[in-house]
């Protein structure tokens, strides 16, 4: 080590070139990084007094798009976050400001409409002296490319407003980047969920997996089974989303390119959906007698297909994305298996002692209805593995550890599309889970990957 | 006066029976005072863990009702501001409590309608042991019934909640009980909007009179005419209300039983309205040129009703309500009176020198307007005393100050329905305005009262 006091020039070059080339540096932190992106040193100053955005005049979207005006309105505030501005205070320039104005061109309109598994998500912007112009062929394309506008805007340590020359071509690697958020186990207020939806539209992440029910809370409340969220939420009034909570959620989800796919699970995890509906689950024996305890849903009885076709069609109705989720995750055969109805109807079916089978029966059944509604079905694997060649189509998450790319190479190979979260359990300790680890993940990274798949934060 | 330390018996008695009287005086808190109200001090308490609000059995609304869901959820945190709860809380009984319940039934569903000038808001409720039930025609009568309910909670020292068995009778005196924003002097973001909804769903006022739009900003974003907000606002992107920003305004306020009544203020208060509708105004001369100032709208040419014609075409579009406020007041003629192709037009339609028959000519056109829409057209006084028997029905708000008991009575006289403002402007200064003079003011008190009236707060 050199003497305190004492430097040799070279290392005072050195230093010197660090401080040059900071201030030429572009930004570089468009997150996720776009597909293209190229920056160069020329810099230009904005002034939120002069900035502006427009549509484009061959844009097929002009004022009166609900989801860019209101964009327009949410990313000024965004970019200039310190800026407040009264009558009061009138126009203060920057003399080496200009005018900058963002010009949106969307080849559709489709303002009105929901974001869906085929919108067309790409975008190109590209950032010159005095403009910036911002090309997709849908508003959910826009959406994305504000966001990146947004995150190329940064301030000096005097607050000033700076972005570099820039051109991005950008489109989505994965159709479906998901978040999940689990209401059930924890209620989540209202603004949290909202909040997280923001979140979502910072890291451009396009579809709200909303577990909203499982075995300790049913805070969702049924129009068709108010008795679901009367007695199996954690509280029947605070603790449950309103027919308007979820209207709430949706239309702000919209407003940021962001599908909301319910996911109602069953025949496991149903727990508490048995105290609002009395006959629906199994109940479990201690030898010849029930035991007082309930298993999952019995898929034995018609009144379990009924109530199943019911609650679809709301569901189908308060939802408008084409997915919905119907679980069928880690079933536990015990309480089945105890049950003597359960093993008369199994023996019945020609089943013999293979659970996985009932199991099966009751998936394709509700997978049907949902179909007959015109909504795809997305399942947890266990589905799959239990009986590889179903009829209908479907969509498969692959949830659990071990060789997950084994997983997606069969569900691929089956035909079927397939969403991978095992690799992104938010709620998993380190070392096997931490944020590191998610950015080695490779998806695609499996025999006969056709390159297209998706992904879902489990959050 | 008694020397200090030493006090007179008489004086201890009267103190003991003040603090004797306190625990069993029933409280009377409920606000604006019900029609009807008895009280009594038997006193139940309430455990939040066993309180529930139901759908009476006879009840034409049930759960799904989106308006009552909503309040059910609402009201609870409401009543029981402290109440939290997670599964892991368990539930905590006081030993003297017992199940409460709140069941409220309507005659007629409604649930996904808009409350409007016909709207009935009775309700009666009745508080006893272990329940209340609330009864009312439409969902808006029930949510002024589960606001009385909520006033009647309170809590002692150790937080525990209590409520007196009551029965209240209850209507409102006024089928109009207006709150004025002014959105343009000042913007105000859409929380604070969503905000003063809530304070009004709390004093049981009903309509949000919509001051949108005025001569210092233009914050409505129109559809029709973009330009509008984006030149007129105070600033195009942060101070303007989005097309779902007017919706959010609406819904809030529809889930609390409170109309919208946009106005939108013309031909004087426009001066916003120039900056993005170039010819829309007057302009005034200085002699034989035209001095470069805008007076009000200019009443003499086509464009001006045709442009008219298309604003509130919009507004009828977006804004649910019957009534739209068309504004009418203050109208300076010194512009109008400057402009020699004004000057003109008055000599062509016999007018003479009387410009108040300029003004009631544009007002009676877009009044016309406004009826071929099926809407109502409110009005402040000014329309009606330039021209008192016009052919069409509206509604005549009073705003100025000195007699307007002696302007009701004209009003309604003339066969039209008034809104009383005059005497209720919260931001005129004491003495001649306080919160104290309020009460004094006796709508009703003039000759010819027929008992109907309303009254609207300018805030």
């Known amino acids: 080590m050199a003497h305190p006091g004492t430097h040799s020039p070279r290392l005072w070059v050195w230093l010197l070139l660090v401080v040059v080339s900071r201030t030429v540096e572009p930004v570089c932190g468009v997150w996720p990084l776009p597909q293209q992106i190229h920056q160069s040193p020329d810099r230009y100053s904005l002034s939120p007094q002069l900035f502006s955005f427009t ?6 979207a ?7 005006d209101a964009a327009f309105k949410r990313y000024f505030s965004i970019i200039f976050p310190d800026f407040t501005k009264g009558p009061e205070n009138g126009l ?8 900058f104005v963002v010009s949106v061109s969307v080849k559709s309109r489709g303002c009105d409409g929901y974001p869906d598994e085929d919108s067309d998500e790409s ?14 062929v849908t508003v959910w394309g826009s959406l994305r490319g504000l966001e990146s506008f947004s995150q190329l805007v940064y301030q000096d340590d005097y607050g000033s407003y700076f972005l570099n020359k820039t051109e991005i071509v950008d489109f989505p690697r994965f159709a479906f980047r998901g978040l999940l958020l689990d209401t059930s186990r924890h209620y989540l207020p209202l603004h949290a969920i909202l909040k997280t939806l923001d979140a979502m539209a910072y890291s451009k992440l396009n579809v709200f997996h909303w577990h909203i029910v499982d075995d300790p ?7 068709t089974f108010p008795d679901l969220s009367n007695k199996g939420a954690f509280h029947p009034f605070t603790h449950i989303y309103t027919q308007s909570d979820v209207m709430r959620v949706i239309e702000h989800a919209r407003m940021r390119g962001i599908r909301v796919v319910p996911e109602f699970d ?3 995890h149903t727990q508490s959906w048995g105290k609002g509906q009395p006959d629906l689950l199994t109940p479990c024996y201690k030898g010849d007698v029930p035991s007082g305890s309930f298993g999952p849903v ?15 069609k709301e569901v189908k109705y308060v939802f408008p994305d084409s997915y919905v989720h119907l679980g069928g995750d880690e079933v536990s055969f015990a309480c089945w298996q105890s049950n003597p109805n359960v093993r008369k109807f199994m023996g019945k079916m020609g089943f013999g002692k293979d659970f996985t089978k009932l199991e099966s029966f009751y998936m394709e059944s509700i997978m049907n209805m949902t179909a007959a509604l015109n909504k795809t079905s997305i399942v947890w694997q266990d589905v799959f593995d239990y009986r590889e060649r179903p009829r209908a189509k479907y969509v498969v998450e692959v949830w659990k550890q071990g060789c997950y790319l084994c997983e997606m190479r069969r569900v691929t190979k089956a035909g079927l599309k397939v969403i991978l979260a095992a690799p992104f359990y938010l709620d998993l300790p380190i070392p096997t889970h931490s944020w590191a680890r998610y950015y080695i993940v490779r998806p695609l990274a499996f025999k006969d990957s056709t390159g297209h798949g998706s992904g879902d934060l489990e959050g």
Chains 1, 2 share one sequence.
Request: proline share 7%.
């Open 298 to 312: 019995d898929p034995t009885v018609d009144t379990t297909y009924k109530f199943m076709e019911r609650l679809l």
């Open 123 to 136: 975008y190109n912007l590209s950032v010159s002296d005095g403009q910036a112009v911002l090309r997709s």
């Open 92 to 99: 203060r320039y920057w003399s080496e400001s200009k005018p």
């Open 266 to 268: 069953s025949p496991g």
């Open 217 to 223: 809370s049913f805070p969702y409340q049924s129009r």
């Open 55 to 60: 549509y484009g005049k061959d844009s097929a």
């Open 62 to 68: 002009q004022t009166g798009c609900s989801v860019l």
